[in-house]
């Protein structure tokens, strides 16, 4: 189990791909809640600063309040439905929250050497502000890169894992067929059965 908790990407002991480049931030920090083990990387503002700043979400030295985490568990479970959403649930609610969400954070608009513009994080703002402008700069790149859609939340409503789907058309339901998807056939054959 701590093995689970320090990790992070793991389920049942197997070790699951992560999202591409920075979009498996995003991955990461909708994963700090396992639903199915019950328990929360972010559940102190301690553990949540370390976290955030072991990866470079959160400024070093920038004080996470509760407050400033509370904001941050709002936009991790926004973000958590908006990925369910693209695995066939709804965003409207998701989409009213994140959009709020994102009024504090800062981003700018900066073109490279080549004259590419890119969208950045404009500095800390407050602390869930800065979180928020990281993570949205990630999910803007992997809309951007085609990939942001291919982040999802696995359909087992006693998992609800983020998980990046690589199949080729795209259809990936389940974070992994060993446990969640076995577990639905399970249950539909089952019901079946029953009938």
Not at 15 to 40: C, S
Not at 70 to 91: D, Q, T
Not at 116 to 124: Q, V, Y
Request: glycine fraction near 10%; hydrophobic fraction near 35%; charged fraction near 30%.
């Amino acid at each position: 189990m701590e093995r689970k908790r320090q990790e992070g990407r793991d389920l049942d002991g197997l070790r699951l791909k992560p999202a591409p480049g920075p979009l498996a931030l995003v991955q990461g920090f909708v994963n700090t809640r396992n639903v199915m083990h019950d328990y929360d990387l972010l559940e102190g503002t301690r553990e949540a600063a370390a976290w955030l700043s072991e990866r470079d979400l959160l400024d070093k030295g920038v004080p996470l309040e509760k407050e400033e985490l509370a904001r941050l568990l709002v936009l991790r479970e926004g973000l958590r439905e908006l990925l369910l959403a693209h695995n066939g649930g709804s965003a409207e609610r998701s989409v009213e929250i994140l959009n709020e969400l994102a009024e504090d954070a800062l981003l700018c608009l900066r073109f490279d050497e080549e004259g590419k513009p890119d969208l950045l994080p404009a500095g800390s703002g407050t602390a869930a502000g800065g979180v928020t402008a990281r993570l949205l700069v990630a999910a803007v790149r992997a809309s951007s890169e085609g990939t942001w859609r291919r982040l999802k939340v696995c359909r087992n409503e006693d998992c609800l894992w983020a998980f990046y789907d690589g199949s080729r058309n795209r259809s990936g339901s389940w974070c992994t067929m060993d446990v969640c998807g076995s577990r639905a056939k399970m249950r539909a054959y089952r019901q079946r059965r029953s009938s």
